[in-house]
């Protein structure tokens, strides 16, 4: 956000494939599409509005967006589908999921909203679900997974 150009150097330099735009949003009634891009973990509101950001740093080379919800991280009650649905209505690249999982069924909605890729932390770390408890719920609700 500080440097956009450094999108471009780096997907010049290395190819778009290699990176992965991290987004830290969160909803507001500042912005037109109603999310916000934040800063600093979410601590720190921008004035970017989420979808001018994405669709502008998939312009410069971004491969990849990881979309973290802001109001859902943490929260186990699953991922901000909107917010999911919202970038991959506008994104030719990948989208993956992040903010909000806390329970195995929670993973798949994600993928029907749109998102190619999802992603948890806490609920792995804490050991309250196993990468095999997520594949076999996905599996189970008909979402093609390695297993």
């Known amino acids: ?28 009634t500042a912005t037109p599409s109603g999310f916000v891009v934040t800063t600093h973990g979410g601590r720190t509101e921008t004035t ?5 950001w994405a669709r502008e740093a998939i312009g410069r080379g971004a491969g990849e967006l990881l979309v973290n919800s802001i109001d859902a991280d943490g929260t186990k009650v699953g991922f901000d589908l909107e917010l999911v649905a919202l970038m991959r209505e506008i994104s030719r690249v990948p989208v993956i999921a992040s903010g909000g999982a806390g329970r195995a069924e929670d993973f798949a909605p994600a993928i029907r909203a749109g998102a190619d890729a999802v992603l948890a932390a806490s609920v792995f770390h804490s050991a309250q679900l196993t990468i095999g408890d997520v594949k076999a719920a996905m599996s189970a ?4 997974v390695r297993l």
């Open 141 to 144: 609700d008909g979402i093609e």
């Open 1 to 28: 956000i500080a440097r956009p150009d450094l999108i471009g150097e780096i997907a010049d330099r290395f190819g778009a494939q290699v990176l992965v735009l991290s987004l830290d949003i969160k909803r507001s």
């Open 48 to 52: 970017l509005d989420a979808v001018v």
